[in-house]
C-alpha cells in the first residue's frame, strides 16, 4: 500500500516555472513506477512523464524538454520540474504509482495523490 501526498502546485505566469512533489508513505516506493498525470476541466486524464524503479525516464510529447521527472527514493519523493509553462498546462496535476513497468495509461496505476492545481496565466 502506498499513499501519495502532491505539494507545489499554484499560479505562475507564461515562462515561468514550477516544482511540484510527491510524497510517498511506505517502504517500497523505490520499486514503484511513478508517473505524473494532468486533467483539465473538460478534458481527459493526461499522460505526462514516468520515471521507472531504476530511474528511466519518458516525457509526453507536449511537456518534452519543458519538463524534468526524477525522484529521490531516500526521501521518498517523487518531483517535477516544470519549466517554460504555458497556460495550456493549466491542470491538476496527479502523481501515481504501479508496480512493475511505466505505462502512459492511467487506468494501469494503482495508487494516486489528490491532486495539486497549476494554473498558468498569459
Known amino acids: 500500500q502506498v499513499q501519495l501526498v502532491e505539494s507545489g502546485g499554484g499560479l505562475v505566469q507564461a515562462g515561468g516555472s514550477l516544482r511540484l512533489s510527491c510524497l510517498a508513505s511506505g517502504r517500497t516506493f523505490s520499486t514503484y513506477a511513478m508517473g505524473w498525470f494532468r486533467q483539465a476541466p473538460g478534458k481527459e486524464r493526461e499522460w505526462v512523464a514516468s520515471i521507472s524503479s531504476s530511474g528511466i525516464t519518458y516525457y509526453g510529447d507536449s511537456v518534452k524538454g519543458r519538463f524534468t521527472i526524477s525522484r529521490d527514493n531516500a526521501k521518498n519523493t517523487l518531483y517535477l520540474q516544470m519549466n517554460s509553462l504555458k497556460p495550456e498546462d493549466t491542470a491538476v496535476y496527479y502523481c501515481?504509482?504501479?508496480?512493475?513497468?511505466?505505462?502512459?495509461?492511467?487506468?494501469?496505476?494503482?495508487?494516486w495523490g489528490q491532486g495539486t492545481q497549476v494554473t498558468v496565466s498569459s
Open positions: 501515481a504509482a504501479k508496480s512493475g513497468w511505466y505505462s502512459v495509461n492511467y487506468k494501469s496505476y494503482n495508487y
